[in-house]
Structure formats: structure tokens, C-alpha cells
């Protein structure tokens, strides 16, 4: 790549908002640059950066998954309820990402097999899971978790939260996956044209089911992280994040389209946002306003994403 | 008999290519005027340019004696020429009669569309012609083609049409409804609407047409009366002396054959079919679109099933039921549309080629070797000469011949040993053309069993060992390299029955 086309890219740019946002920030506020901040803002974003890694993928094949925010719900219930049970760490674990699979491996066998569109079935996942909560929880919240659990969200190793230092590993490990693995292949074929992947030998419906199935594990990990951050959980637990995660790839450069995107861009979207949302606390500046400047942004990046696009679908 | 519709000298280039050389062309109110030629021929282009959808390069039209521009297909509809294409462009959802009055509604004074006037006019048009119209209110999506194309001929009349195209209106009717569509245009002629029928049957129009337009390479080869003209004479027309310069081949290297087909049938697509195919030879298949063609190939590479016969695969009954199955066997299918199933626009050169097999390429921990990848790919861009700046260049931005060999590359790729190729050089010029044919030779003089359907019969005289014409779903027509001639693949392709090597 020459660095013409480096500066083109889209990473560029969002690198550039990036830089361009922390020194307002860190000018307006005096709390941006602390430490207690610094960290609080990495933490909060592991979570997103891993939900972003399944999310790009699905929305790289052509889909979307708007049902996240739910499974990050319940999968810190379930967290959280054998939490307070006192179960050993590594159960506990395996039951949080469980129970992301279960239902990224539902969405996906409803959009592979029955065909159906995916925006359809995860927004009824969103619901039906939402509803479940409910059930669950009666209302109630989970508080008083247990510290041992609380190091994957508050430690931190050289100076760096341990869930962010996940979250890099596994970016590391799905860019690597999605470059070099038959099926990551498979994945960017899917998105750029689905009728010439299936005549080119292309298992069709085992990689929609791997896409969503494996946001849902994802996800069910980033519900253990956010128990583990926050110590409570309650039944409105994820609302709203699938916007987030959306946000984070769509203005990292994949296209709503389909057909491209990294995941290293959606990291730097998930930072954008995360970055985003936090000065705008530190400014005091109303909630409300976020979802504006949020939703925004997605607007502005789709709309150039589809005006450039029409010169490439043929 | 006046003449309603006189083309002048229109001439129409794509890219190089002229489809249209000076075509001169006269339609008088009252008759059916036959419009005949092989793909290719210009009759297309010809039709669109008299429909408004496309603009010639050169020359003029009249329309009842006046110069006119028709440059879109609502402008000619406005004028009075209406044209009912093969499949009918409908609107499903909607009923038969808001199709007819879609964008001219009859209006009350105030402004609400008055459903009633519409449904008595329509139920007007429908008397008008003799024809039943209980099926007025139904959505078109649940009316059978024939219908349709009745539904399509009462909006021409709405519109008061002085012109009425019809695109090979029976290809998909059935007995019954061909029938009826003559009466109708039996009907059409003597109010005075003067008829555009173009049809590859020829017995057809020997029925229902007063004279005859033969059209080759974009001239008008012959306008006839139909009295004094017979089906040789349009046929010879039709072919021409085509300068068709074969290429050497060597045929077949073995008895055994590779792939044998044995009465394959589907409903609705095609029956009975049975060939062989043999290593080292280049088996042509030629046919007019919808043959049945396209649907056996994609059969046999497991995109379809067939309701009964076999495909035995080196002397195996075989039963592919995903292109992946019948790639594990090593046969491989260049797709007839290289954008709809061919081409991953947004991804590089390397990637599109590598698809394919991958699976081949695997190191340790199953990752792609990127350098054995980026070796193959480059070699392909060398011996296919595909013309990009490296293997990273998304496909989109390359012409569409280097695209083409993009998409054969991917299939090469694959080592097969049988190897489909559907219209293998459709949209590339000339120079990728004769390019992409010295390869295919190349490949079957390397033993490989191929496969080519071709709509142009150059291509198919030029390349095949041995041709077999396909019309309407059935093998009507096996000719040998040395005994095919443009007449008589013609005629099998139009649909008399020649088969005259069975084997």
C-alpha cells in the first residue's frame, strides 16, 4: 500500500477525529486526561471493541445485528445470578459466552436457513430477549458481586486495563482469522456478491450461522466484562448498546453494503465513540445531545459509504 | 396500405462494435411484419431504438410520415408504439387493470382516480377483442404469462396504438394460448395496427405474417413478401457465408467418456437430454436463450436437480447437490453472467481467483500460505494476460474482457477436469476473445472435457469437435466438426429435428 492510499482510507480519518477530539478534550476539561478517566474510558470501550469484532463480520456478509444489546443483557444476568451463587470463575465464564451462542446461533439459523431478513430476526431476538429479562429478574437488580470476578474489569496490566488487553488480543487474533482463514474469506465473498459465492463453492449457510453465532459468543463475553465493571445488573442492562457497536463499525469503514471492512477500524470506531460519548459527560453537555452527535456521525458515514459505492457494484 | 413506421438509415455502435450498419425498415398500418435473424443479428437493438430505448448514432425515423426523436420507451408509448416483450414487465401486485391505466388514471373532477370508468373501459378493450375478462380484478402475479401478454395488448389499445411490437410473444405460451394470441393479432391487423412479430420459429411466421425482414450482422439481408419467399431462403439469409476460420483441433483423446448424461429431464426446463462428453474435446452447445441450456450445465454442477435421468462422472452415477460437491470431483462451471454469479466486484484481483481453492493452499493451523496464493494468482494474470496493475486492483475497475478472465481464472484455478463454460466470452472484445479461444483449445488439447454453450454460432463452428443444438429443452440437432453447417445447425436451433449422429 502506498501512503497515498493509506491517508484515502477511512482508518486515516477516524485516527484524525480521534487525535483532533482528545486535544479539544483534553483543553476543555481538566479531567479528561487523568488517569481515573483515561482508564475508566478503556474499560468501558473493551466491551464494545469485542462486541465490534462479530458485528463487522455480520455486517461485512451483508447483515446486521440489532439484537446485541439484549444478549448483553442476559448474559450478565446469567453472570451475574451465578455470580452471587458463587460458582467457580471459569463456569461462570463459559455460561456468559453459552449463553451468547445460543442466541447468535438462533439468529443465525433463522437468517441462513429460513432465509429470513436479518434486521427481522434480531429485531424480534431483541425483544423476545428483552421480555426474558424481565422474567428473569422481576424487576430486582444484581448487586454485590463478588470482587474476584471484578479483576477482569478494574485490573489492569502495564497501566492498561486487562479487558482492553483482551479485547487487542482477540482484535489481533479475528483480523488475522478473517485475512487468512478459508472462512474469513468466505466472509468478504459473501458480502460482495452471494450468488457468485455460492457457485464458487462456497458453503453459504455455514457462514451466515458462524457470523451470528459467534457475535452472540462475543457478546456473551463482553456481558461478563460489563458485570465485572459495574458490580450490578438490572433489567434495562445493554439498551442501546447494539447502536453503539453499530456505530463503531460503520464509521470504522465497514460498508453497510457489505463486502469490506477490518476490524482494526471498527476498534478506532468503537474509540470515536467511546471518546465521544465521555467528553461530552465531561462537558456536561445533556445525554440527549449524544444520541444527536452519534447518530449523526452513522448518517454522515453511511451516506458517503453508498455515494462512493456506486461506481464499484457492477 | 400506408406505411405507419419507416426507419432510415439508422445506424448503432456499442463500444466498437456496430450492432446496426445503415438499417433501413417499413412498417405499413394492417400488416404483420416478420422480424427474423440470429442472435446477434441486430433485431434487438433494432426494436429498442424503435421503443424509445435506445438513441441511434445516425439516421431517421417517420412516424406517420413525420420526422420524429423517440428518446424514451413513455414517449413511444405516448406516440402509439407499444411493444409486449417474451416475459411481460408487470406490475404483480396490481390488478390487470391498474397495469392498463398505471400513470393515466381516469380521474373524477376532483381528482380521485374514477375505478369504475376504468373497469369498463378495460372491460371494453377485453369484448372488443373477443377475449374473457373475469380475471380484471386479480393481481397480474397470479395470472398465467399468456394472460399477461393479453393484459399488455389491451394497454397498447388504451393507449390507441398504431405500433404494437411483439418480442417472441410464444416462446413460454402454451398451444392453447399461442392459438389465441394469433387470433388477437389476426384482429390487430384488420384495425389497422400495424405489427412488429419477432419470432425464431419460422413455421410461425410462415402463419401469421404478410412479409418478412431477414436481418444479419446488424444489415437487412432481404425484406420478402411472405408468398414468395420459403423457410430455405431465410435460413440461408440467416447463416449467411459465414467466414468462420476453424481452429485447428485435435479432438478427443479417448473412447471413455468423462461425463455421460443420460435422459435428463426437469419440468418446464428441459427433457430427455443425453450426451457424452470426452476428454480432450470441446463439445459445443448451441441453442436461443431459454433452450435449456444454462439449466442443464448448472444441473449437472448441483445448482439444480434434475425430477429423472442420470449424470454418470467417470463411470460413477452421480448426484452433486452444491457446487462445492461437484468441485470436490473436479468439474468446474464458468457462470453465463459474470456480474450476477461470477465476480466479487469490491475484492482484489487475487482474492477473486483464489476463491476456488484455497482449500489447496492450507498451512499449518489452516491459514492461507499468502505467498503460494499471491504465486498462483500471478501466474494466472500472466498466462490469461489480465491486464491489472497487481493482484490488490478491485475487479470492478477492470474492462470487461480482463473481468472475464478474472472469473476463468478463478475456475482453472481448480484444476478440473471437466470444465462448463457458459457463453465464455459474452461482453469481451475482440482481442480478449480470440485470446480466451486459443486458451479453451489449449485446455482440451491438455485432455480436459469441455463444455461450451455459446449463443454465437461463429464461436460454436470455430471451437466445437462436435455441436449440439438445443431447442425448447430438447437435443434436437448432434452434428461432427466436419459435417456442421450454419443451415443446419440453424434449423435445429429453430426446431426441426436433426439429429443426425447419435452417439
Known amino acids: ?69 439484549s444478549i448483553l443483557g442476559m448474559s450478565s444476568v446469567v453472570a451475574g445470578k451465578l455470580l452471587m451463587a458463587n460458582f467457580p470463575v471459569v463456569v461462570i465464564l463459559g455460561a456468559a459466552i453459552a449463553t451468547g451462542l445460543l442466541f447468535g446461533f438462533f439468529n443465525g439459523s433463522l437468517v441462513a436457513y429460513g432465509k429470513i431478513p436479518p434486521i427481522i430476526v434480531t429485531l424480534g431476538m431483541l425483544n423476545i430477549i428483552r421480555s426474558l429479562l424481565f422474567q428473569l429478574l422481576g424487576g430486582r437488580w444484581i448487586s454485590g458481586v463478588p470482587p474476584a470476578i471484578r479483576v477482569i474489569g478494574l485490573g489492569k496490566w502495564l497501566g492498561i486495563p486487562i479487558s482492553m488487553w483482551i479485547a487487542l488480543i482477540l482484535i489481533l487474533f479475528f483480523t488475522y482469522f478473517l485475512n487468512s482463514r478459508p472462512l474469513g474469506r468466505a466472509i468478504y465473498a459473501v458480502g460482495n456478491n452471494i450468488e457468485a459465492a455460492r457457485v464458487s463453492g462456497v458453503n453459504l449457510t ?21 458485570v465485572a465493571r459495574t458490580g450490578i445488573v438490572q433489567t434495562n442492562t445493554g439498551t442501546g448498546f447494539e447502536l453503539e457497536v453499530i456505530a463503531a463499525v460503520v464509521l470504522g469503514g465497514t460498508s453497510i453494503l457489505g463486502g469490506k471492512g477490518t476490524i482494526v477500524g471498527s476498534l478506532l470506531g468503537a474509540f470515536l465513540v467511546g471518546i465521544i460519548k465521555n467528553g461530552m459527560v465531561l462537558l456536561n453537555v445533556p445525554a440527549l445531545s449524544e444520541g444527536l452527535v452519534i447518530g449523526a456521525l452513522i448518517l454522515i458515514s453511511v451516506v458517503i459509504d453508498v455515494v462512493r459505492a456506486r461506481g464499484e457494484r457492477i | ?10 445506424s448503432k455502435s456499442f463500444g466498437g462494435v456496430q450492432a446496426l450498419k445503415g438499417v433501413n425498415f417499413a412498417l405499413r398500418s394492417g400488416e404483420v411484419h416478420a422480424l427474423v435473424g440470429e442472435n446477434g443479428a441486430g433485431k434487438s437493438t433494432l426494436i429498442k431504438i424503435i421503443s424509445g430505448a435506445l438513441l441511434p448514432d445516425r439516421g431517421e425515423i417517420f412516424y406517420l410520415d413525420q420526422p420524429v426523436t423517440i428518446d424514451s420507451p413513455r414517449k413511444a408509448q405516448e406516440m402509439g408504439i407499444s411493444t409486449v416483450y417474451q416475459e411481460p414487465l408487470v406490475y404483480n401486485e396490481l390488478s390487470a387493470v391498474e397495469n392498463i391505466f398505471l400513470g393515466r388514471e381516469i380521474r373524477k373532477p376532483w381528482g380521485s382516480i374514477d375505478w369504475k370508468a376504468q373497469e369498463e373501459k378495460t372491460k371494453a378493450l377485453f369484448a372488443s377483442l373477443g377475449l374473457p375478462y373475469h380475471f380484471l380484478r ?34 413460454i405460451l402454451t398451444e392453447h394460448e399461442t392459438e389465441r394470441l394469433f387470433d388477437i393479432i389476426t384482429k390487430l391487423r384488420m384495425r389497422g395496427v400495424g405489427i412488429i412479430y419477432i419470432s425464431h420459429r419460422l413455421e410461425e411466421i410462415f402463419r401469421i405474417a404478410d412479409r418478412v425482414t431477414v436481418m444479419r450482422d446488424g444489415e437487412v439481408r432481404g425484406v420478402f413478401s411472405i408468398g414468395e419467399v420459403n423457410r430455405d431462403r431465410i435460413v440461408e439469409l440467416m447463416a449467411g457465408r459465414l467466414l468462420v476460420e476453424a481452429i485447428e483441433r485435435k479432438g478427443k483423446k479417448s473412447d471413455a467418456p468423462l461425463l455421460v448424461v443420460e435422459n435428463l429431464s426437469k419440468r418446464g426446463r428441459f427433457s430427455d437430454v443425453s450426451f457424452q462428453v470426452f476428454p480432450g474435446e470441446i463439445l459445443g452447445f448451441f ?25 454418470i462422472y467417470q463411470g460413477k452415477t ?19 453472467d459474470r456480474k450476477v454469479q461470477g ?26 500460505r499468502e505467498k503460494k496464493e499471491r504465486n498462483r494468482g500471478e501466474e494466472y494474470v500472466r498466462r490469461l494476460n489480465i491486464k491489472t496493475p497487481n493482484l490488490k486492483t478491485k475487479v470492478y475497475s477492470l474492462s470487461g474482457g480482463n473481468q472475464q478472465k478474472v472469473v476463468i481464472a478463478k475456475w482453472l ?40 454453450i455459446s449463443s454465437e454460432l461463429p464461436e460454436i463452428l470455430k471451437m466445437s469437435d462436435r455441436i449440439v443444438v438445443m431447442h425448447e429443452g430438447k437435443i434436437t440437432g448432434v452434428f461432427d466438426r466436419a459435417e456442421a453447417t450454419a443451415e443446419d445447425v440453424i434449423r435445429a436451433a429453430t426446431g426441426e429435428r436433426l439429429i443426425s449422429v447419435e452417439r
Do not use: C, W
Not at chain 2, 318 to 336: C, K, N, R, T
Not at chain 2, 353 to 365: N, Y
Not at chain 2, 430 to 435: H, L, M, Q, R
Open chain 1, 1 to 69: 500500500m502506498s501512503r497515498g492510499q493509506f491517508f484515502r482510507k477511512r482508518e486515516f480519518t477516524v485516527l484524525g477525529l480521534i487525535v483532533v477530539l482528545a486535544i479539544i478534550f483534553s483543553l476543555t476539561t481538566e479531567r479528561f486526561l487523568s488517569v481515573s478517566n483515561l482508564t475508566n474510558l478503556l474499560v468501558q470501550l473493551a466491551g464494545t471493541a469485542i462486541s465490534a469484532i462479530g458485528m463487522t463480520m455480520v455486517i461485512i456478509t451483508g447483515g446486521i445485528d440489532v439484537s446485541v444489546g
Open chain 1, 206 to 226: 455455514r457462514t451466515i450461522l458462524f457470523v451470528y453465532a459467534l457475535t452472540g459468543m462475543l457478546v456473551g463475553f463482553a456481558g461478563l466484562i460489563y
Open chain 2, 1 to 10: 396500405m400506408e406505411t405507419v413506421l419507416e426507419v432510415r438509415g439508422v
Open chain 2, 138 to 171: 386479480e393481481p397480474m402475479g397470479e395470472l398465467s404469462v399468456g394472460l399477461q401478454q393479453l393484459v399488455l395488448i389491451a394497454k397498447a389499445l388504451a393507449y390507441e396504438s398504431k405500433v404494437i411490437i411483439f418480442d417472441e410473444p410464444t416462446a
Open chain 2, 287 to 311: 441453442g436461443l436463450v431459454g433452450s435449456g441450456r444454462t439449466d442443464i450445465v448448472q444441473t449437472i454442477f448441483g445448482l439444480m436437480r434434475q425430477d429423472s435421468g442420470n449424470i
Open chain 2, 318 to 336: 452421480v448426484h452433486f447437490s452444491s457446487p462445492e460437491e461437484a468441485m470436490q470431483s473436479d468439474i468446474a462451471y464458468l457462470p453465463e
Open chain 2, 343 to 368: 465476480l466479487f466486484p469490491i475484492l482484489g484481483v487475487g482474492y477473486n481467483i483464489s476463491i476456488t481453492f484455497l482449500k489447496e493452499i492450507l498451512g499449518s493451523f489452516g491459514v492461507v
Open chain 2, 413 to 452: 484455478g481448480t484444476t478440473p477436469r471437466v470444465l462448463i463454460l457458459d457463453e465464455p466470452t459474452r461482453g469481451v472484445d475482440v482481442a480478449s476473445k480470440s485470446e480466451i479461444h486459443n486458451l479453451i483449445a489449449h485446455l482440451a488439447d491438455e485432455g480436459l472435457g469441455i463444455v461450451m
